[in-house]
């Protein structure tokens, strides 16, 4: 049977983690699926919130919905609109970054694995 989900109709909760300011995530197709390797996660980051400044050890890919914000890679600010795609490598330090100034909230799609490369489910997978 068919999975299909709506990101305007999925509930979204907010994100509990040190770090965080403004941030709320729904996953759209993961673990509780049955998806066997990736999971697709959606997040919206408040105007001046932010997600926690942070690595792990699997890369992931986002898409940009919707919004205007900064993602911190290299060590570098780098800014995002509406369209955008992202790669961040395994072990890169990076945060996304809403600034107070925006007229909505930083829609992003972000696309996990299942599995960490030393084992055991990712969180929010």
């Known amino acids: 049977m068919p ?8 509930e979204m909760n907010t994100v509990q983690m040190e770090g965080v300011q403004g941030a709320s995530m729904s996953v759209m197709i ?3 699926d049955q998806a066997p390797h990736f999971a697709m996660r959606s997040f919206a980051v408040q ?7 942070h690595q792990h050890d699997y890369e992931h890919e986002v898409y940009v919905v919707s919004g205007n914000a900064q993602v911190l890679l290299e060590g570098e600010q780098h800014e995002l609109k509406a369209g ?25 799609l972000c696309f996990v694995p299942i599995e960490q490369n030393c084992g055991g489910p990712v969180p929010g997978s």
């Open 3 to 10: 999975l299909i989900r709506n990101i305007h109709e999925t």
């Open 30 to 32: 993961g673990r509780d």
């Open 47 to 53: 105007p001046g919130g932010h997600t926690p400044k």
């Open 84 to 108: 955008d795609a992202v790669l961040v490598p395994a072990n890169e330090l990076h945060q996304f970054t809403v600034p107070e100034s925006a007229s909505e909230p930083f829609r992003f």
